[in-house]
């Protein structure tokens, strides 16, 4: 008989969190895991092949084996790129005046009155 560990996995929506400990053998891969806990039954959206998963904030592939105490997290998919949502916000401080249009940072007093 093998070995058995504990693991966790988790797959957190704005509105509830899927967190399932589970009892499986030694050498049993991410994607196992996932499979055994009855995410992808409860939440057909999942699709492996194109979300990311990972092991406590570090992205690992599907073929991963696990460690005892280990929790795999099944990444959503971003709604926005974060970078875009930078642009996008410095440039509306910059033109309410709430940041300098040349350094981006927060308004010189003494720049704007030699001006």
Known sequence: MAEA????????????????KLTLPTGTTAEEAIRASGVLERYPEIDLGAQKIGI????V????V???GERVEIYRPLLADPR???KRRAEKAK???RADKVTGGKP???RNKAE
């Open 5 to 20: 560990m504990t693991v966790e996995v988790v797959y957190a929506l704005p509105e509830e969190v899927f967190l399932r």
């Open 56 to 59: 406590f904030s570090r992205t």
């Open 61 to 64: 592939k599907l073929g991963q």
């Open 66 to 68: 696990l460690s005892d």
């Open 84 to 86: 875009e949502v930078r």
């Open 95 to 97: 033109a309410e005046g």
């Open 108 to 110: 010189n007093p003494l």
